[in-house]
């Protein structure tokens, strides 16, 4: 529980005080963290400065940001840190309120790294843990003001993989959904995206809980959360009741869930990619004059590929008929989208910033990628050079539609997501589509534009920007770059002898 498993160690680390602080047991206002390999770093050791920051990203003051990615050591340079589409874990854990009690679903945790990323005065607050680890005590011994809750009804092969946060303040709520696991190595070395609810008033300033609240008004982001800690049952009630006793209007949001189950009636349309599809065949969005024709893109970006079968991509196979039939909805329906993956290399994994480790985080399978050559077709290398990121490995889910003319790109909506490219996270409809099946838990935002307006990458923003415009810091490149015959999808169990960017071979990484 307080140390995951199964995957390379991370390489080590060492903290200096230059930059935005990072906190740790003995600095609970430490620094950066940045990679090295010796004690002493040689570039700071012979007084070497640093090389002059890129140029930078236009001020988006005046246009909303979707969402955020997280810092992450080893950035080409620290401006790329230093932006405001950039947050760190303790940023979270420290905004202003009084805290009553927090609630952390996830897959992984370090307990003990978690709790010293909260401010000192907040250690002791009630703290939640939602996962589906089989912890066999609650609350938790060594700590008592925590408390487990293991995800019903998982079943054979099924994970509690949402990665969200509930913070319940005397004067409002927090939500927060994001991509990583409560483990430092995902917050220090990896692309994480998160997105965060404002401070959410409550109804009534005196009362904290709704005591036998019931569900809201459906269509709507309140619902959307409603229903999915309704799927965790009665041990989620006071999270539930404490919800229901907060304001929560968020018009062109809405959060795509997945439930374990065989889903069927109306909650087949509940959970998974047909939830998805049924909000955007509502979607109503046009990229406007001038834009006719113009080709569209729908982009899954992700951090592990499952076993899609060998005819997925056909007429009749999961990924066209199931997938992105979802992700192409719009009304009015347009022009039908090409499919594009962006996935990392094995090249792009061995000049990682941890190198060969940071593929342990990358779940694909020599079998599933012969299996299934028609993801190498459609598939684009994973490159942030906009961001500083291509060495740092995603573990951002980003899903999204794209329509380019010009070098100018809308969107109608992007997705951010825990949700990898896997039946078992979106679910595989059955029984003459009557049924959905789902195997994990899951949590995704998805962030509509406005009426009359679009989405823009933060990456492309104009000085000009109409009113109503939100901007996605996308975590790739644009224009996308295609793979070349020479270039391999990275998978996890294959063994490599070439050394990496830490001189390491994969013996020595594993």
């Known amino acids: 529980f307080r140390r995951f498993s199964g995957f390379p160690p991370a390489p080590r680390i060492r903290h200096t005080m230059e930059h935005n602080p990072k906190r740790t047991k003995e600095h609970p206002k430490a620094a950066v963290v940045v990679l090295s390999d010796s004690s002493e770093d040689e570039g700071e050791a012979a007084g070497e400065a640093l090389p002059p920051p890129p140029p930078l990203v236009r001020s988006a003051d005046a246009v909303p940001i979707g969402f955020k990615l997280t810092h992450a050591a080893g950035v080409d340079h620290p401006a790329f840190n230093e932006n405001q589409y950039t947050i760190r874990l303790d940023e979270i854990l420290e905004m202003a309120g009084t805290l009553e009690f927090s609630v952390q679903f996830n897959y992984h945790f370090d ?29 938790l011994p060594q700590y008592p003001h925590c408390r487990h ?4 009804n998982l079943r054979e092969f099924s994970v509690h993989h949402s990665k969200m946060m ?20 995902d917050w220090v070395h990896k692309t994480q995206g998160v997105w965060m609810t404002p401070l959410l008033p409550r109804l009534n300033p005196s009362v904290g809980r709704l005591a036998g ?26 999270v539930r009741e404490r919800f229901a006793a907060h304001v929560c209007e968020a018009k062109h949001v809405r959060l795509i869930t997945s439930v374990p189950g065989a889903h069927t009636g109306a909650r087949a349309q509940m959970f998974g990619h047909m939830k ?24 899954c970006q992700y951090s592990s590929i499952g076993s899609l079968g060998k005819n997925a991509r056909e007429k009749k196979g999961w990924l066209t008929r199931e997938l992105l039939t ?28 941890e190198g060969w480790s940071g593929g342990g985080s990358i779940p694909h399978s020599v079998k599933n990628r012969e299996n299934q ?11 942030a050079d906009w961001c ?22 809308l969107l109608p909506w992007v997705l951010l997501t825990s949700a990898n490219m896997s039946k078992s996270a979106w679910g595989s409809l059955q029984k003459n589509d009557s049924q959905l099946f789902i195997r994990h838990y899951e949590a995704g935002v998805l962030i509509r534009a406005k009426p009359g307006s679009s989405i823009r990458p933060f990456q492309h923003l104009k000085p000009d920007e109409a009113a109503g415009t939100i901007s996605a810091p996308l975590p790739y490149d644009l224009p996308l770059t295609r793979y070349q015959p020479r270039d391999v999808m990275w998978a996890w169990d294959e063994p490599h002898t070439e050394r990496d960017s830490r001189g390491r071979t994969r013996g020595d990484a594993d």
């Not at 050559?373 to 490159?383: G, I, V």
């Not at 995603?394 to 070098?407: A, L, M, N, Q, S």
């Open 111 to 139: 307990l003990d790294w978690l709790l010293m990323q909260y401010p000192p005065s907040r250690r002791n607050a009630r703290l939640l843990v939602v996962s589906g680890l089989d912890l066999p005590f609650t609350p």
């Open 149 to 152: 809750v293991k995800a019903p």
């Open 166 to 185: 509930f913070f319940f303040y005397e004067e409002g709520c927090r939500i927060v959904v994001h991509t990583a696991n409560m483990i430092e190595g």
């Open 213 to 238: 609240a019931v569900a809201p008004a459906p269509n709507s982001f309140r619902r959307d959360v409603w229903d999915y800690l309704a799927a965790y049952g009665e041990p989620l009630k006071e």
């Open 276 to 299: 998805l599809r049924n909000i955007l065949a509502e979607h109503e969005w046009t990229p406007g004059s001038g834009w006719t024709g113009a080709p569209n893109t729908v982009i």
């Open 326 to 353: 979802s992700l192409a909805q719009l009304k009015p329906s347009v022009k039908d989208p090409a499919l594009r993956h962006v996935f990392p290399t094995v090249e792009a994994v061995r000049q990682s910033t």
């Open 373 to 383: 050559p028609y993801m190498t077709s459609e598939c684009c290398h994973w490159k």
């Open 388 to 409: 500083g990121r291509t060495r740092n490995m995603p573990h951002i889910k980003c899903y999204t539609r794209v329509f380019e003319k010009d070098g100018e790109y």
